[in-house]
């Protein structure tokens, strides 16, 4: 009896040390993405800022094609900025994950709206199919995936 309880003893140290390690790396990545999403924050806004005096100031100098590149360089520079906030948020490792039924279709159309601008600079089609599928799973998540595939 004696020595199963000093097993348990050297199992609750052992437990006590990993989720110190554990504590350690979380909090030391967590640092490292709260640098890298502001490292990355402040030339996404200056990118975003700067294509959009542009677009104000050379207006009527700027041809059709350069009012839509300096546009297009906005709205990616927004989007990139939302996805940063997103990889932040999902980071987290103390996050909660909330799953739930999604409804495919919705959620593709969704990304596919907020890809439209770049499918267009780019001359490209996107067709779908309906499918109707409906997934349990965390939304966000799933949006996130799509917009990477895509």
């Given at each position: ?64 094609d350069g009012k839509d590149s300096l546009g ?79």
């Amino acid at each position: 009896m004696a020595d199963l309880e000093a097993r348990i003893r050297d199992l609750e140290a052992e437990l006590a040390n990993v989720r110190g390690d554990l504590k350690r790396a979380k909090d030391e990545f967590q640092g490292f993405v709260s640098l890298a999403s502001h490292d990355f924050r402040a030339p996404l806004r200056a990118i975003g800022t700067c294509s959009q005096i542009l677009l104000e100031d050379y207006e009527d100098v700027l041809d059709g094609d350069g009012k839509d590149s300096l546009g297009h360089i906005a709205v990616a520079a927004r989007r990139l900025e939302s996805l940063v906030d997103a990889l932040v948020g999902h980071a987290r490792i103390d996050r909660v994950w909330e799953a739930e039924a999604v409804d495919v279709d919705g959620l593709l159309q969704s990304v596919l709206s907020r890809l439209d601008d770049q499918a267009t600079a780019a001359e490209a089609q996107i067709e779908r199919a309906e499918s109707g599928a409906r997934v349990w799973c965390d939304p966000i998540q799933l949006a996130m995936a799509l917009e990477c595939a895509l």
